[in-house]
Nanobody
């Protein structure tokens, strides 16, 4: 069963940048659409960026123009480049298949945007 390990989170000031990484235990990125999700306290987990197998991308309106999803198939790694971060981006970020059926969630990466 595929497993995901997210990394790269941290504390950043508003306007700052971070790059998240997601290492997968198998070569799945060319087989399944992948996505980054986030969950803020008291809210439901939501998808913010989707990468289809044909490399087309989709973004939530709240992150469009600021977040970029990409992958490195050779490294079995998914990335999320985040710029112009806002306090509203504070959440735990997860990667998973899109939709996330049949794959367990990793521990996530905490992103905190605060001055």
């Amino acid at each position: 069963q595929v497993q995901f390990v997210e990394s790269g989170g941290g504390l950043v000031q508003p306007g700052g940048s971070l790059r998240l990484s997601c290492a997968a235990s198998g070569s799945i990125f060319s087989i399944y659409p992948m996505a980054w999700y986030r969950q803020a306290p008291g809210t439901q987990r939501e998808s913010v960026a989707v990468l289809m197998t044909d490399t087309t991308t989709r973004y939530a309106d709240s992150v469009k123009g600021r977040f970029t999803i990409s992958r490195d198939n050779a490294k079995n790694t998914l990335y999320l480049q985040m710029i112009s971060l806002k306090p509203m981006d504070t959440a735990i970020y997860y990667c998973n298949k899109y939709p996330p059926r049949g794959a367990p969630w990793g521990q996530g990466a905490q992103v905190t945007v605060s001055s």
